[in-house]
């Protein structure tokens, strides 16, 4: 993949056994690391990260089966739990040399980012969600035919075999799909971007299908298990989210309450891709956070 942040420098980091992340890190400063979604790249932040890098050190990884990372096999249904991921981004951030650091993730980046508060409280000092729910709310919702929305969760959520082959046999059309209806400004996703997006998630078919299969199973459970022990986010937590709460029938900010007594939601008017979209509106997000 040959789009990256300018004025980052890139590198490869071992965060387990056989499983190496790209990662940008520009700036200096108190430590943030950005969590891509799909179908998307660390590239997402190219905005939000040179403005972030005036006065903090920013952290941009290819989360595991994505972009330029490594994509391991997964034949236990393990390897790409939310939990197995959220313990990446731990291990990246301490071999960086930060042991505590704030945490923004977008769409699939979120759910990791959302693990990982839950996992290590000790280490994520801040947290920012945009545009998703907590897996088991996400599931929870999703009724009816306007559940048609996310197809694809219950595509990749299928046994292994059909989705890949599915989805495999025309990439790009499935996840250019996304990038079009998903974007209000077209223009926010330039040429050179969409193409580097299609051609990262072309080159990972099985890994991104693992890692929603993952979230209709090992990570509801995990999720259960938090909500019946009454365990919550215990840091600073913004959520920035579409109004598609209100569209589909359900409270979000309250669900989201659930899960963070100290939460800032807000709704934003731009489209999915909130950070190409509204870069600077996720920026003072981000800054208002961390100042909490």
Same mark, same amino acid.
Request: glycine share 8%; net charge negative.
């Given at each position: ?6 004025? *980052? ?14 990662? $940008? ?21 190219? !905005? ?38 959220? $313990? ?17 993730? !977008? ?14 409280? @000790? ?23 306007? @559940? ?9 959520? %299928? ?5 890949? %082959? ?8 499935? *996840?250019?799909? *996304? ?11 330039? +040429? ?8 990262? +998630? ?12 993952? +979230? ?30 209100? @569209? ?9 309450? $659930? ?34």
């Amino acid at each position: 993949m040959n789009q990256r942040i300018r004025g *980052f420098d890139y590198r490869r980091v071992t965060v387990a056994d056989g499983v190496a992340l790209n990662v $940008a890190v520009g700036g200096s400063g108190s430590p943030i690391v950005l969590l891509h979604g799909f179908p998307q790249t660390h590239l997402m932040w190219r !905005h939000v990260a040179a403005d972030l890098a005036a006065d903090h050190t920013v952290i941009c990884p290819d989360l595991r089966g994505y972009g330029d990372s490594d994509k391991p096999t997964d034949p236990d249904g393990t390897g790409y739990s939310k939990r197995t991921m959220a $313990a990446d981004v731990v291990a990246l951030a301490r071999a960086l040399g930060h042991e505590r650091f704030a945490l923004a993730g !977008h769409d699939r980046g979120a759910l990791v980012a959302i693990r990982a508060g839950l996992d290590h409280p @000790a280490t994520v000092t801040h947290l920012a969600s945009l545009d998703v729910l907590p897996t088991l709310d996400m599931w929870e919702v999703m009724r009816g035919t306007s @559940a048609a929305v996310g197809f694809h969760l219950y595509l990749m959520a %299928q046994p292994p075999g059909l989705p890949e %082959q599915l989805i495999g046999a025309s990439p790009d059309a499935f *996840f250019g799909h *996304f990038l079009d209806i998903w974007t209000r400004d077209p223009e926010a996703i330039p +040429s050179e971007v969409r193409d580097a997006y299609l051609a990262a +998630s072309r080159a990972a078919v099985p890994s991104i299908v693992a890692d929603y299969r993952a +979230s209709a199973g090992i990570d509801v459970a995990h999720d259960k298990v938090d909500r019946a022990a009454g365990n919550r986010l215990r840091m600073p937590v913004t959520v920035l989210q579409q109004d598609w709460g209100a @569209a589909l029938g359900f409270d979000a900010a309250g669900l989201w309450r $659930a899960w963070a007594a100290d939460l800032e939601h807000r709704t934003v008017s731009c489209g999915h891709f909130m950070a190409e979209e509204a870069p600077a509106e996720v920026v003072a997000a981000l800054r208002a956070l961390l100042a909490r």
